[in-house]
């Protein structure tokens, strides 16, 4: 309710202030006429911004690193996470920084004001774990996911798809691992900053969780953590949406990730204890792996194609 009241009052200051310019009829005229609004612009400016976000820079090419000593497809993935390094740890770098000053703002006030029912609120701690499966659904699958594997598409697959060794189903499942492993490690990534965050909170605030609960309140962060990453690559890989000019074609991957978008909010809903809830996060995160795994040995050979 705070949040909508601020939105509210934030919206009709906006509206204050716009209806007191004495000129904003005439500017609207004036520049969202026909004639000066270019469908054709409107598209290419698109579409540059679509191809921004994977383009590479001079800077990102320079050298090869730790990758001389490998050879074979480890050399190929390691190059190009080395090369988009900028790409994929630029963002999970701002979110570390963000945690992290959550963490010490956090622990400072905890410290400062420790009371009674601040200690048994966080004694509860683990109830937030649903809300958080949308919170990493949020950031690793969207943020993360689809910004590497368009990369991945854009900067690699686009001219590799071409050949059809590259299409092997043995080549495709070596690839997808190699990828996989990178994607999952900075996902952990952030996922272990949560846990030494709740972590960090709890002890300040002098809470005492029940152990187990808590442990599997952790657990599960991590097991999000390879369920997301396992997800982002595996719809790329089985249903390949981007054509050469980075635009969306495939029907399956947008109703697929909405109904992922759905049950992730959905869980927000849920009200169980993590001891009972990990379980089934694990159970579901090997079961969909397994299946990943199995479709895309058997499939990704037919539907890992340029559009």
């Known amino acids: 309710f705070p949040v909508f009241v601020l939105f509210l009052l934030g919206g009709a200051a906006a509206a204050f202030l716009l209806i007191r310019y004495p000129r904003w009829y005439r500017l609207t005229l004036d520049t969202c006429t026909a004639d000066k609004v270019s469908a054709e612009v409107a598209q290419k400016k698109h579409q540059s911004a679509g191809f921004r976000d994977v383009q590479l820079k001079d800077s990102d090419l320079t050298g090869e690193g730790d990758c001389a000593e490998l050879s074979g497809w480890p050399y190929l993935q390691a190059l190009f996470f080395r090369r988009h390094s900028r790409m994929m740890y630029k ?31 966080f004694s509860k701690i683990t109830a937030v774990l649903p809300f958080f499966v949308f919170i990493l659904y949020t950031i690793q699958s969207n943020i993360m996911g689809n910004r590497i594997t368009k990369a991945m598409f854009y900067n690699c697959d686009l001219a590799m798809l071409k050949f059809g060794w590259y299409r092997q189903p043995r080549v495709i499942l070596k690839n997808f691992v190699l990828r996989f492993r990178r994607i999952c490690g900075v996902n952990l990534l952030m996922s272990a900053a949560l846990c030494i965050m709740f972590t960090a909170m709890v002890l300040c605030a002098g809470a005492r969780p029940p152990a187990v609960d808590y442990v599997a ?28 000019e980075l635009k969306m074609k495939n029907p399956f991957f947008g109703i697929i990730n909405g109904i992922m978008y759905v049950v992730c909010y959905s869980c927000i809903q849920i009200r169980s204890t993590p001891t009972w809830f990990t379980p089934v996060v694990l159970a579901v995160t090997i079961l969909y792996s397994a299946v990943i795994l199995l479709f895309v040995w058997l499939r990704a050979s037919k539907t890992f194609r340029v559009k």
Do not use: D, N, W
């Open 217 to 244: 309140f952790l657990i599960a962060l991590l097991a999000l953590a390879v369920f997301f990453s396992v997800h982002s690559l595996g719809m790329y890989y089985l249903f390949q949406p981007y054509t050469a």
């Open 91 to 121: 963002p999970m770098k701002y979110i570390l920084i963000a945690i992290g000053a959550t963490t010490v703002l956090g622990c400072a006030s905890l410290l400062f004001f420790r009371t009674p029912e601040v200690s048994g609120l």
